[in-house]
């Protein structure tokens, strides 16, 4: 039967109302992973998915940034293939059925004890890191590790650790993870499904050279001897300045350059400077990605996130 008017008028504003549920469901649980629908990476009200362009600037900004590099052009640290290998950090989602394992640890006492659930066809980060981060769809539980590697019928690693992708709880203080702030890496890489849809909703995962004897919420572990309070502390969160202009850049570096400005990216890790993080995938345009080297350090500011601290 043909709609009349008033008809056609009502489906259309119940298909607005329920895009409206829909968007307003999502911002509340944060953003989603493909594969796991259900699990939202970490809760909206997380540190990784609050943005960060209304703070103010920190007083010692530019010392900090010229302390990592001003002159230098960011770098994205993933892409397609890289000697071989998918370029960057991959993620793997398990489910309740996925075998557990008890993994050997070298830095036991900061590690969670488990059962990791590994899948065979598990994927592990190329180069010296091999890092593996691991969703369990089902629990919503992210299991990530360090220097993975298999031993004989079992696995042994550097370091472990879980997290409640539905809470906000933080490490024991002093805590590493699969990463040297002691931070979930999952939540602070650029990938590719976001970029298409045209958004990424939360901060970005970022290396510097030197780092200091420090770490600030929402870090929980430093990696350092130094203490030049001009050099940054784990967790220091830097953002694109409002200013910056993207328009020239390619689609895919716009949409990356955008989420820098609004929720900006985080040091976890000590690496190479300005290096950003990201999932491997075959539809990334490493031409186009490489455009972003435009952008450096002099084009950030270091944010005070002090407020963010519950």
């Not at 796991?36 to 909206?44: G, Q």
């Not at 008890?102 to 830095?107: A, L, P």
């Not at 059962?115 to 369990?136: C, M, Q, R, W």
């Not at 650029?190 to 004897?213: C, K, P, Q, S, W």
Request: proline share 7%.
């Amino acid at each position: 039967m043909r709609e009349g008017r008033s008809g056609t008028r009502g489906i259309r504003i119940g298909v607005i109302a329920l895009l409206a549920l829909v968007t307003s469901a999502s911002a509340a649980t944060g953003p989603r992973l493909p594969g796991a629908p259900k699990c939202p990476i970490f809760p909206a009200s997380n540190v990784w998915n609050k943005p960060v362009d209304k703070l103010p600037a920190a007083a010692n900004s530019q010392a900090i940034l010229s302390s990592i590099g001003l002159d230098v052009g960011l770098h994205p640290d993933f892409g397609t293939v890289w000697d071989g290998h998918p370029n960057g950090i991959p993620f793997t989602v398990a489910n309740k059925k996925t075998k557990r394992y008890r993994v050997g640890f070298d830095y036991a006492s900061e590690s969670d004890k488990g059962p990791y659930p590994i899948p065979a066809n598990v994927k592990i980060e190329a180069g010296s890191d091999h890092h593996a981060l691991i969703v369990e769809r089902d629990s919503c539980r992210l299991y990530e590790l360090y220097a993975l590697q298999k031993t004989g019928s079992g696995w042994h690693a550097g370091s472990g650790a879980i997290w409640n992708l539905r809470s906000n709880k933080l490490r024991p203080a002093g805590w590493t993870s699969a990463d040297a702030a002691g931070l979930p890496m999952l939540p602070g890489l650029a990938r590719y499904d976001e970029v298409a849809r045209g958004h990424i909703d939360h901060a970005l995962r970022f290396t510097v050279e030197n780092t200091r004897r420090a770490c600030i919420y929402p870090a929980r572990h430093f990696a350092s001897d130094q203490t030049d309070p001009n050099l940054p502390p784990m967790g220091l969160r830097v953002r694109l300045r409002a200013g910056f202009d993207t328009s020239a850049f390619p689609r895919q570096v716009r949409v990356i350059l955008t989420a820098l400005k609004r929720y900006g990216m985080i040091v976890a890790d000590n690496g190479a400077n300005w290096y950003i993080s990201g999932a491997p995938d075959r539809r990334w345009n490493d031409d186009a990605l490489h455009a972003i080297g435009g952008v450096t350090g002099a084009d950030f500011e270091v944010v005070d996130t002090s407020s963010l601290r519950p």
